[in-house]
């Protein structure tokens, strides 16, 4: 299982994806802090700045936003064309470059009043696995026509930058040609062109399972159970979930942008701020039951020094130092914490206690509460209270267990 497991992590495609979505990931967060500034968790100060700086805030700001969410389909296509050529030792500037162009190709334009434009339609979230998939296939053609010599070759003397562009020539010429007759093809059919196939047949049915409360539940439950067992489990689910959840927060931010009800209660955001505190099993929660109730010197020493990283979301400390890997103790409070998070959080707003998430992607060490706050308002920083101190109560019993048997693990 370890062999299999370590096979799975160490797999190029999917270190690609990570590292593709990973690079863009600050762009995201700057995106989404103008998504907050123009949705506001207080109303009253939406309608003062409405009121006194209405130019500003109902389009300036939101053209800032719109300029990466609108068009987030090109640069993961950019990002993960690069990461993947880089690991075919292809160069990675031309080949990211080269991918965009295929990529634009198979995007269909439209006439309006004598002029061409490209719709955004393809170019936001509703693009995303397309462009996946491009920036993933498209550099492993190159990478073929590489491999049997079908390139221009130029003398060593010519300079490094014009020698790789002229060498791309005939890989781009092959892949073109190949997606002129694929459009060609999905013309005469009823999807009409590439990027509406892959969204009807691959995107929204994956999607769809992807923000159904069961899934998450699995999710969740599986990453806390590899991290028992030593593997990181949020690396393992990440690849395929990090672009199922970023469209269903998109879709929240465009819908709250337009006016509109957030319509997805999974998102990247529910992830992130609802379910582990202080780290994967909602470590913070073992922080605190450990300062209430152990008595043992060292293990209340070892949370005093975990709290302060714990509420930034970074639990090696406390991970490592009981340890938590192979302890039978806290194995079951590890795994049912995010379960029962989960559940609980889905159905607060399912019940419209607790406001959707806005979809903003918040740096990973945004402290619980702020969090909450930031992304669903006052009542998200209750549900973070709530579930923190259901969480405490939780691993309470088996923190008094450990601290009878501390001398095993220290």
């Known amino acids: 299982m370890r062999k299999k497991l370590d096979l799975i992590m160490n797999s190029i495609l999917l270190q690609t994806i990570k590292n593709g979505f990973?690079?863009?990931?600050?762009?995201?967060?700057?995106?989404?802090?103008?998504?907050?500034?123009?949705?506001?968790p207080i109303q009253s100060v939406n309608n003062f700045m409405i009121d006194n700086f209405s130019l500003l805030w109902l389009d300036i700001l939101p053209s800032i936003s719109a300029s990466f969410y609108s068009l987030i389909s090109v640069y993961i296509v950019i990002s993960i064309s690069y990461h993947?050529?880089?690991?075919?030792?292809?160069?990675?500037?031309?080949?990211?470059?080269?991918?965009?162009?295929?990529?634009?190709?198979?995007?269909?334009?439209?006439s309006i009043n004598n002029g061409?434009?490209?719709?955004?339609?393809?170019?936001?979230s509703n693009g995303i696995f397309f462009s996946m998939i491009i920036g993933l296939i498209v550099p492993r053609i190159i990478k073929i026509v590489y491999k049997r010599n079908l390139t221009i070759k130029l003398p060593k003397e010519v300079p490094k930058e014009v020698s790789e562009s002229f060498e791309s020539i005939i890989p781009l010429l092959l892949v073109l040609t190949g997606a002129t007759i694929i459009n060609i093809l999905i013309k005469s059919t009823s999807y009409n062109n590439i990027p509406n196939?892959?969204?009807?047949?691959?995107?929204?049915?994956?999607?769809?399972?992807?923000?159904?409360?069961?899934?998450v539940v699995i999710i969740n439950f599986g990453v806390s159970f590899f991290w028992f067992f030593g593997f990181n489990g949020s690396f393992l689910f990440k690849s395929i979930t990090t672009p199922v959840f970023t469209t269903l927060s998109i879709e929240n931010i465009n819908a709250l942008s337009a006016g509109k009800d957030a319509p997805n209660i999974i998102t990247a955001t529910f992830q992130s701020v609802f379910i582990n505190y202080g780290g994967s099993g909602s470590t913070l929660a073992l922080i605190?039951?450990?300062?209430?109730?152990?008595?043992?010197?060292?293990?209340?020493?070892?949370?005093?020094?975990?709290f302060i990283p714990g509420l930034f979301n970074i639990n090696e400390p406390i991970v490592y130092g009981i340890p938590i890997i192979l302890n039978p103790i806290l194995f079951f409070p590890l795994v049912i914490c995010p379960v029962i998070n989960t559940i609980l959080a889905y159905f607060s707003m399912y019940f419209k206690i607790v406001s959707y998430t806005n979809g903003i992607q918040l740096p990973w060490t945004t402290p619980p509460f702020i969090s909450g706050f930031l992304s669903s308002g006052i009542s998200g920083l209750f549900l973070q209270v709530c579930l923190l101190v259901l969480n405490v109560l939780i691993y309470l019993p088996f923190v008094k267990k450990l601290d009878n048997s501390s001398k095993q693990f220290f």
């Open 116 to 124: 061409e434009y490209i719709s955004t339609y393809y170019l936001n």
């Open 288 to 306: 605190v039951a450990i300062l209430i109730t152990c008595k043992n010197i060292k293990l209340k020493q070892l949370a005093k020094l975990s």
């Open 197 to 215: 196939l892959i969204m009807k047949i691959l995107q929204e049915p994956i999607t769809y399972l992807g923000g159904t409360l069961i899934a």
């Open 22 to 40: 990973t690079s863009i990931s600050s762009l995201t967060i700057v995106a989404s802090v103008f998504v907050l500034l123009t949705n506001f």
């Open 84 to 110: 993947y050529s880089k690991e075919l030792c292809l160069p990675a500037l031309i080949t990211s470059v080269s991918t965009l162009y295929v990529y634009l190709v198979f995007i269909p334009f439209s």
